[in-house]
T-cell receptor, first 111, second 114 residues
Framework: DQQVKQNSPSLSVQEGRISILNCDYTNSMFDYFLWYKKYPAEGPTFLISISSIKDKNEDGRFTVFLNKSAKHLSLHIVPSQPGDSAVYFCAASSGYSTLTFGKGTMLLVSP | NAGVTQTPKFRVLKTGQSMTLLCAQDMNHEYMYWYRQDPGMGLRLIHYSVGEGTTAKGEVPDGYNVSRLKKQNFLLGLESAAPSQTSVYFC?????????????FGSGTQLSVL
């Protein structure tokens, strides 16, 4: 059973608009969530994270929102830029467990 | 700043052949991981290590073996490669492996098994 779900395989957005990537989880023990960004032929790189004691974390153009009651988190990118085109992975962990990743969402930002 | 280095970057094997993927990190991290990425499947953990001399199974360990003889190196072995092991393999490391901690990934190894 998939514990971290990214139900949108892809998302297309125009430059300057907002990109919203969604992630749902089923394990209520998860208490830390991260987003990774991956360009083709490169390894994933850490983007932003949030602890379960918060409902929002912001870093420049990137904001992650956490809704614990709905077991849902989202990554907002404002404004979107062509260089943001990549695959975005949502990941979650609980305590000392290893990270569980979602399947990823491919974001395409067109000029 | 090398970070996490994986070798080789590409490899083609025939079914039944064996090979070893090497991962090296220069950040003095305790934890190291091997993931595989397949289309539509995301990143799945194969094996991981919580320190020199230790290994543990992840989500998809079958068909793979690992060794962590030195803190900075984590080797992934395929004893008898199968077409189902065609994938992109990523090594990662982290300082202590505790929850609120990010992983540092290598650039990946593209493996094709014919």
């Amino acid at each position: 059973d998939q514990q971290v779900k990214q139900n949108s395989p892809s998302l297309s957005v125009q430059e300057g608009r907002i990109s919203i990537l969604n992630c749902d989880y089923t394990n209520s023990m998860f208490d830390y969530f991260l987003w990774y960004k991956k360009y083709p032929a490169e390894g994933p790189t850490f983007l932003i994270s949030i602890s379960s004691i918060k409902d929002k974390n912001e870093d420049g153009r990137f904001t992650v929102f956490l809704n614990k009651s709905a077991k849902h988190l989202s990554l907002h990118i404002v404004p979107s830029q062509p260089g943001d085109s990549a695959v975005y992975f949502c990941a979650a962990s609980s305590g000392y467990s290893t990270l569980t990743f979602g399947k990823g969402t491919m974001l395409l930002v067109s000029p | 700043n090398a970070g996490v280095t994986q070798t080789p970057k590409f490899r083609v094997l025939k079914t039944g052949q064996s090979m070893t993927l090497l991962c090296a990190q220069d950040m003095n991290h305790e934890y190291m991981y091997w993931y595989r990425q397949d289309p539509g499947m995301g990143l799945r953990l194969i094996h991981y290590s919580v320190g020199e001399g230790t290994t543990a199974k992840g989500e998809v360990p079958d068909g793979y073996n690992v060794s962590r003889l030195k803190k900075q190196n984590f080797l992934l072995g395929l004893e008898s490669a199968a077409p189902s092991q065609t994938s992109v393999y990523f090594c990662a490391s982290s300082p202590t492996g505790t929850g609120p901690e990010k992983l540092f990934f290598g650039s990946g190894t593209q493996l094709s098994v014919l």
